[in-house]
């Protein structure tokens, strides 16, 4: 079992940066890649970033490629998205989310473990 809590999350002026924390708990965190998601208002939970067990590879949708960078630090069991030149677009609840498979993907329905998320507000 992990629990994941994600803070870090705020009202922002476009353009602006935040960075999301999202800390795990249990002594197996470096087993799971860990990927990061949004949801905003009536639309589907949507991918944006993923980490592997490592931290040596990491993978972006597009949308944020290049502003967003994912990181982790597994002697603290946590996991990180700096957001930088936030666009009111970026508006959603983010999720953290670990996977235990091997291999690569995007789709929420095969992580295992969420966290309850944190709101980022990107104002225009």
């Known amino acids: 079992q992990v629990q994941l809590v994600e803070s870090g999350g705020g009202l922002v002026q476009a353009g602006g940066s935040l960075r999301l924390s999202c800390a795990a708990s249990?002594?197996?965190?470096?087993?799971?890649?860990m990927g990061w998601f949004r949801q905003a208002p009536g639309k589907e939970r949507e991918f944006v970033a993923r980490?592997?067990?490592?931290?040596?590879?990491?993978y972006y949708v597009d949308s944020v490629n290049g502003r967003f960078t994912i990181s982790r630090d597994n002697t603290k069991n946590t996991v990180y998205l700096q957001m930088n030149s936030l666009k009111p677009e970026d508006t959603a609840l983010y999720y953290c989310?670990?996977?235990?498979?091997?291999?690569?993907?995007?789709?929420?329905?095969?992580?295992?473990?969420w966290g309850q998320g944190t709101q980022v507000t990107v104002s225009s």
């Open positions: 989310a670990a996977d235990s498979g091997a291999v690569r993907t995007t789709i929420p329905s095969q992580y295992d473990y």
């Open positions: 249990g002594r197996t965190f470096s087993s799971y890649a």
């Open positions: 980490i592997s067990r490592s931290g040596s590879s990491t």
